[in-house]
């Protein structure tokens, strides 16, 4: 499994667009990038997933450029709600496979 | 929607003692997860089962143990409990042997063991 390296923690304001990158160099060619947010003391929780270039659902876009080297999570005009931490995954999956969190981001909004 | 159902969602229990977690998957998913996460950590894969039968196995202690039932709910088996051992349990569902994207998590139980 390819290994990903996140910020640690992220501030933003309420209104503002985050943008979380997650550096993968060692990505496999059939590798998918998925992002899970995961509140306190609850499961986590899949946002979005992608392969190559940009992918766009109700709740966040996903860019990933050429090399696919990295990918960024953004999320638009964030609020309060939006305080959680974003795991960023990246492999095949499929198969029954477990998920493979590394460390997460903190996302911290402030009002 | 229906979800993930745990039981319980809170268990405390002494040092050496055994648990048993218990996870119902959503309606018609046949394949359960289960994850801890410890305080301050991430969670950590633990095992899976696909049609009764383990599929994948990740950082499960030998004390551990798991099965999954001819109605698709699945047991997971603390034995010899350790202080380490104190930690949201997580399952998780989905239908077939889905992709990443296709994991549906429950509440959790958070156990404790003093």
């Known amino acids: 499994l390819a290994k990903t390296t996140q910020p640690v923690s992220m501030d933003s304001y309420e209104g503002q667009e985050v943008n979380i990158t997650c550096s993968h160099n060692n990505i496999a060619t059939n590798d998918y990038i998925t992002w899970y947010q995961q509140f306190p003391s609850q499961g986590p929780r899949f946002i979005i997933q992608?392969?190559?270039t940009k992918v766009t659902n109700e709740v966040a876009s996903l860019f990933i450029p050429a090399d696919r080297k990295s990918s960024t999570l953004s999320l638009p005009r964030v609020s309060l709600s939006d305080t959680a931490v974003y795991y960023c995954l990246v492999g095949l999956g499929g198969g029954a496979d477990g998920l493979t969190f590394g460390k997460g981001t903190h996302l911290i909004i402030q009002p | 929607a229906a979800g993930v159902i745990q039981s319980p969602r809170h268990l405390i229990k002494e040092k050496r003692e055994t648990a048993t977690l218990k996870c119902y998957p959503i309606?018609?998913?046949?394949?359960v997860y289960w994850y801890q996460q410890g305080p301050g950590q991430d969670p950590q894969f633990l095992i899976s089962?696909?049609?009764?039968?383990?599929?994948d196995k990740g950082s499960i202690p030998d004390r551990f143990s798991a099965q999954q039932f001819s109605d698709y709910h699945s047991e997971l088996n603390m034995s010899s409990l350790e202080l380490g051992d104190s930690a949201l349990y997580f399952c998780a569902s989905s239908l077939g042997r889905g992709s990443w994207d296709t994991q549906y998590f429950g509440p959790g139980t958070r156990l404790t063991v003093l």
């Open positions: 089962f696909y049609e009764k039968m383990q599929s």
């Open positions: 309606p018609r998913h046949d394949t």
């Open positions: 992608g392969y190559k």
